[in-house]
């Protein structure tokens, strides 16, 4: 990634972040959206074959919020450079939550992703624009620099299904994983999406495969929400027995997730929670690869 050395201060660490940079964080950034939607089969949720287990959405109104979003994470990119306050990014993430909601009509497509994907894009703004940084992971700069404002800011939030979730079941959701640096995102998504990748399997199929990975190890508070704990054993346990019969390496792996799918409907079960960390694990990948091609 390009970084413009700062001669304003004459500090041989402080880097200006340019603007090519925060618009490459930003492609990034709607790269992985469109690349989750597209994606299929993905057992309960959205994509172009049918609306899974929702019925107030479909691949358009996800489309939609995208286009919305344009702009939103280059600007969380450029207040990040100079080390703001987490309200600062809170307030920037609010404001793309309400182009998201007037492009859908309402309709909360995007409102994890957008908190996902700008604080991994705000910190790799930061992270360009102090060589202090330079060494550590995006997930690891959000920890130390905005983690504590994160889980302090959990009372002052409207009320949500993932409050609501918190207070019932005592599961993190979003915001615990990213104020412990995202430890699931760099911990199972991102090993088992360059494993994948590596063993030669095509982007969707990575996709997939991390997506099956994550609905395993995640306590997605979307599934809490939606079938209480009986709905969450069962999509943890149906992932854990296709990950254990060879994943996406097997043969006929499409059609064991298409089963999958209908069984998931019928319960009214969709794995948001691990939809978003795909999003967030193929944005990590692309960002952290840029950063070390960067050197």
Not at 111 to 134: E, K, M, T, V
Not at 186 to 193: A, S, V
Not at 249 to 272: C, I, K, T, Y
């Amino acid at each position: 990634m390009a970084i413009v050395l700062d001669q304003a201060d004459g500090n041989a660490t402080c880097r200006s972040v340019s603007a090519a940079d925060c618009f490459r964080l930003e492609h990034c950034c709607l790269e992985a959206l469109r690349y989750e939607i597209l994606a299929w089969p993905k057992p309960g949720l959205v994509s172009p074959v049918d609306s899974g287990s929702h019925r107030d959405m479909h691949m358009g109104t996800f489309f939609a919020s995208i286009a919305a979003l344009q702009g939103s994470f280059a600007e969380l990119a450029r207040a990040a450079a100079s080390a703001p306050s987490f309200g600062v990014l809170q307030a920037i993430g609010r404001q793309a939550e309400r182009k998201m909601l007037y492009a859908t009509g309402g309709v909360n497509t995007h409102r994890g992703a957008i908190f996902n994907l700008g604080l991994l894009a705000a910190a790799a703004a930061l992270r360009s624009s102090d060589r202090a940084l330079a060494a550590l992971t995006c997930g690891t700069v959000v920890a130390r620099t905005w983690g504590s404002e994160i889980l302090a800011a959990r009372p002052r939030m409207p009320a949500s299904h993932g409050e609501h979730v918190f207070r019932q079941y005592a599961a993190g959701g979003a915001r615990t994983e990213a104020a412990a640096g995202f430890p699931t995102v760099y911990g199972i998504g991102l090993p088992t999406l360059r494993r994948l990748l590596q063993a030669g399997h095509d982007r969707e199929a990575a996709l997939i495969g991390t997506l099956l990975a994550l609905m395993e190890h995640l306590p997605d508070t979307n599934v809490l929400w939606r079938g209480g704990e009986s709905g969450l054993d069962l999509v943890r346990s149906s992932a854990a027995a296709f990950n254990r019969a060879g994943g996406v390496d097997a043969a006929g792996w499409q059609a064991r997730l298409q089963a999958l799918h209908r069984v998931f409907v019928a319960r009214n079960l969709s794995p948001g929670g691990s939809a978003d960390l795909v999003a967030a694990t193929w944005a990590t990948h692309r960002i952290e690869t840029l950063h070390a091609q960067a050197g």
